[in-house]
């Protein structure tokens, strides 16, 4: 049982948008502004895309974006493409014992 | 840019101690700009993160395996290490090795990973 939750499966066409959520505490997501978001592609390493909720590093597609209400974070992929299609994680810190927390895998598949 | 690879054996006896390394290359662990931790993908289910080390060789782990792992780093050897002790098979996962920015912007992200490595305990 993973401490953050995430739907198991996204599906979309191409040109669409998905939204994926990230539930937790007040303890994680609703406390803090720390929320991050992974793609995690077969075989490669996973590849942060959002950091502190809504931020992009460097060279990470705007077709990606992140956002925060209360104890729920999202992630939204806009204009969906093949190459989006990969498995995706959140995390938050924590103010509890456990500093890191994370989600489920939420599996995008690209119709 | 920094790039991480893991290593370690792929299948480990119950009861026997996990051991796995992630060499650094692109980057200094010395330079002390990183936390190195290691996080792990359980079948079917999500990551947990284990712990991480300093440069410095300070530790910080999961309070659900403190009493079992044990994290350390060879700066010699630019890479950092994930000792499990006692483990069963309830510790069959995918084990990444992931830096975590000392300070700044991004600092509670984890970037860059490794590709991970499947390790299974089995007799």
């Known amino acids: 049982q993973s401490a953050l939750t995430q739907p198991a499966s996204v599906s979309g066409s191409p040109g669409q948008s998905i939204t994926i959520s990230c539930s937790g505490t007040s303890s994680d997501i609703g406390g803090h502004d720390y929320v991050s978001w992974y793609q995690h592609h077969p075989d490669k390493a996973p590849k942060l895309i959002i950091f502190d909720v809504s931020h992009r590093p460097s060279g990470v597609s705007n077709r990606f974006s992140g956002s925060k209400s209360g104890n729920t974070a999202s992630l939204t992929v806009s204009g969906l493409q093949a190459e989006d299609e990969a498995d995706y994680y959140c995390s938050s810190y924590s103010s509890t014992s456990t500093p890191w927390v994370f989600g489920g895998t939420t599996k995008l598949t690209v119709l | 840019q920094v790039q991480l690879q893991e290593s370690g054996p792929g299948l480990v006896k119950p009861s026997q101690t996990l051991s796995l390394s992630c060499t650094v290359s692109g980057g200094s662990i010395s330079s002390g700009g990183y936390y190195w931790n290691w996080i792990r993908q359980l079948p079917g289910k999500g990551l947990e993160w284990m712990g991480y080390?300093?440069?410095?060789?300070?530790?910080f782990y999961n309070p659900s395996l403190k009493s079992r792992v044990t994290i350390s780093v060879d700066t010699s050897k630019n890479e950092f290490s994930l000792n499990l002790r006692s483990v069963t098979a309830a510790d069959t996962a995918v084990y990444y090795c992931?830096?975590?920015?000392?300070?700044?912007?991004?600092?509670?992200?984890?970037?860059?990973w490794g590709q991970g490595t499947l390790v299974t305990v089995s007799s």
């Open positions: 992931a830096g975590r920015l000392y300070y700044g912007s991004g600092s509670y992200s984890f970037d860059p």
């Open positions: 080390i300093y440069h410095s060789g300070s530790t």
